[in-house]
Nanobody
Framework: QVQLVESGGGSVQSGGSLRLSCAAS????????MGWFRQAPGKEREGVAS????????GYADSVKGRFTISQDNAKNTVYLQMNSLKPEDTAMYYC???????????????????WGQGTQVTVSS
């Protein structure tokens, strides 16, 4: 069974930075799509960023472009989300997700992803 374990969440003041990590196991990490999503209280889950681990090709939600960076460490089967210039509206539970192997497209779209982590909380205070 695929396992995705997130870490790195926490509390930070507005303008601060955090780096989230997602370690994948029992998953064909190479040449597949992985992503980060978030869900704030009372809101729907939204895509934040995605990465196709083979090339890599990245995608971002407009709300985080220029502030967040998704990256990978293939040797560790780990995907990261570097979050800079954090704002209170970034407060949410952040989830790592992985797509089924063999997909032809990768982007921060929830329907692409089959496997999900348990989430890590990010809280940004003003």
């Amino acid at each position: 069974q695929v396992q995705l374990v997130e870490s790195g969440g926490g509390s930070v003041q507005s303008g601060g930075s955090l780096r989230l990590s997602c370690a994948a196991s029992r998953y064909t990490y190479s040449n597949n799509c992985m992503g980060w999503f978030r869900q704030a209280p009372g809101k729907e889950r939204e895509g934040v960023a995605s990465i196709y681990t083979g090339r890599p090709i990245t995608g971002y939600a407009d709300s985080v472009k220029g502030r967040f960076t998704i990256s990978q460490d293939n040797a560790k089967n780990t995907v990261y989300l570097q979050m800079n210039s954090l704002k209170p509206e970034d407060t949410a539970m952040y989830y790592c997700a992985a797509a089924d192997p063999g997909g032809s497209w990768c982007g921060p779209e929830e329907t692409l992803f089959a496997y999900w982590g348990q989430g890590t909380q990010v809280t940004v205070s003003s």
